[in-house]
């Protein structure tokens, strides 16, 4: 069964500091991986994906993921965080090649930044 | 840019009536979901649905729940008698194909009282 592990359920950073979020993952199959962000009362929005092919990937908004299959990872990063930043993040996997497949959520991080 | 639309944005009902959340995927996706959130907890699959019937379903998704796709473009999750432990934000997505991105909606959030 996959899972999904976020490694602290709070971070926070200065304004123009580096951003690190970390996921860690489990799948019995080649995984997809997703990060999605969620501002307060708003919906889902995807930030970033991985599927197959480069291991860094880049998403909106100047965050970048980098899978690491011998880890097992999928850390986000952003070289210099910004207030608007400021948000909840939730790391995702799905078996990809499973279309109907659900995507299975880790517990989410909270990111503060502060000025 | 396509959206993925659900209705209400926010519902009250009372204990042990059945309520029905609305969403209206994006018009080429072809496999549909509904997550929900319980606040302060993560987002929790409930079900999937594709070719209209169910691919695969959680241990939530119990008899209580139901989906349907009655006419072609939108996409229900009815539940049939609410509980209060069932208040949660419910969110439907969709997406073209696998190697594609989930494209959530905004939500619904549900208040059982």
């Known amino acids: 069964a996959q899972s999904v592990t976020q490694l602290g359920s709070h971070v926070s950073v200065s304004e123009g500091a580096l951003v690190l979020l970390r996921c860690n993952y489990s799948s019995s199959v080649p995984p997809y991986l997703f990060w999605y962000v969620q501002y307060p009362n708003q919906g889902l929005q995807l930030l970033l994906k991985?599927?197959?092919?480069?291991?860094l990937v880049k998403g909106i908004n100047g965050f970048e993921a980098e899978f690491k299959k011998s880890e097992t990872s999928f850390h986000l990063t952003k070289p210099s965080a910004h207030m608007s930043d400021a948000a909840e993040y939730f790391c995702a996997v799905s078996e990809g090649n499973q279309a109907g497949t659900a995507l299975i959520f880790g517990k989410g991080t909270t990111l503060s930044v502060s000025s | 840019e396509p959206e993925v639309t659900q209705t209400p944005s926010h519902q009250v009902t009372q204990m042990g009536q059945e309520v029905i959340l609305r969403c209206v995927p994006i018009s080429n996706h072809l496999y549909f979901y509904w997550y929900r959130q319980i606040l302060g907890q993560k987002v929790e699959f409930l079900v999937s649905f594709y070719n209209n019937e169910i691919s695969e379903k959680s241990e939530i998704f119990d008899d209580q729940f139901s989906v349907e796709r009655p006419d072609g473009s939108n996409f229900t999750l009815k539940i049939r008698s609410t509980k209060l432990e069932d208040s949660a934000m419910y969110f439907c997505?969709?997406?073209?194909?696998?190697?594609?991105?989930?494209?959530f909606g905004s939500g619904t959030r549900l208040t059982v009282v």
């Open positions: 997505a969709s997406r073209y194909m696998s190697s594609y991105g989930y494209t």
């Open positions: 991985y599927t197959t092919g480069a291991t």
